[in-house]
């Protein structure tokens, strides 16, 4: 048996695929759900996805090398909840959990826009915000496995209340649901039709929106000097439209005359991103 299987565990939906000979066979996709129900969703996913030699699951929040999910705050009730374990027991065999976005980190690393770093951020903009950076060609992880929470920043000491519990957090600003706050509750697929058709409000939004993408980005740059920043995530498929007011407020606001290419994930669709690197990284760390 030579195929591979990856879940990729998001605010809104839960995505399996099936790799075999570098391509996907098969994928499943199902809402995710509660904390409680997630071990049965998932199990679920991984027996319709059909049988493989290995299952890696990417998971956004506090992910501990044990795969215990500390706490997920774009996940209900996802507190202290032994994934790892529990799926383990459900389904028979050894699984691996991962940061969803320490997984994309790697996948882009290895294989896609970040290819030959030395030093790279992959940001996923999706319901929240995700990180994961290579150091000295080196995956980072952090000493407990939480590297890469940058989503939660505080950028806006008074601000916004995010469901981590803390007020100003960047991904309250610079993520999808960061865009329809700034539109006044607008979807932020709509503002961005809007935006393409050449309207000036909604134009104007998508620029506030990438001053803000940017500042965080440029704190990245300040602290750990990339040379490459990879974007994905859901808004990565509208990179057309929101890059270049994001670049622009980037060569603004950063204090460094600095050389560092900002590109788009190398299959444009993070979604798909993610189902090539849940598989692969895991596999890297459990080796």
């Known amino acids: 048996m030579t195929a591979v299987a990856g879940i990729d565990v998001g605010g809104t939906k839960c995505l399996g695929v099936l790799f075999e000979g570098g391509e996907i066979v098969n994928s499943v996709r199902r809402p995710t759900p509660h904390a409680d129900h997630l071990v049965s969703t998932l199990a679920e996913i ?20 044990t795969g215990v999910v500390r706490e997920s705050p774009n996940l209900t009730g996802a507190i202290e909840l032994d994934l790892r374990t529990l799926l383990q027991k ?11 976005a320490t997984c994309a980190a790697h996948a882009e690393w290895q294989y896609g826009a970040g290819r030959g770093a030395t030093d790279m951020w992959m940001v996923t903009l999706g319901t929240g915000i995700g990180g994961g950076f290579v150091s000295g060609s080196k995956l980072q992880r952090g000493s ?24 100003g957090c960047w991904e309250r600003y610079a993520s999808g649901s960061g865009l329809a706050t700034i539109a006044g509750g607008e979807r932020g697929e709509e503002v961005i039709a809007r935006a393409v058709a050449g309207d000036k409000q909604a134009l104007g939004y998508l620029d506030t929106f990438g001053k803000w993408v940017a500042i965080g980005l440029v704190n990245l740059t300040n602290i750990t000097d990339p040379n490459v920043i990879v974007i994905g995530g859901g808004l ?13 407020w980037f ?13 788009n994930c190398a299959w ?13 990284c895991c596999r890297r760390f459990k080796n």
């Open 251 to 263: 060569k603004k606001l950063l204090y460094a005359l600095t050389i560092v290419s900002t590109q």
């Open 144 to 167: 407990h496995g939480f590297a890469g929470e940058i989503g939660h920043m505080i950028v806006e000491s008074q601000g916004i209340l995010c469901p981590c519990g803390q007020r």
């Open 236 to 248: 990565a498929e509208a990179a057309d439209s929101v890059m270049p007011h994001v670049k622009n």
């Open 90 to 100: 459900e389904l028979g065999h050894v699984i691996d959990v991962e940061n969803d």
């Open 46 to 65: 991984a027996r319709e996805l059909g049988e493989y030699k290995t299952l890696g699951i990417g998971v956004p929040g506090l992910i501990t090398p």
């Open 268 to 280: 444009r669709n993070s979604v798909k991103v993610r189902e090539q690197s849940v598989p692969r």
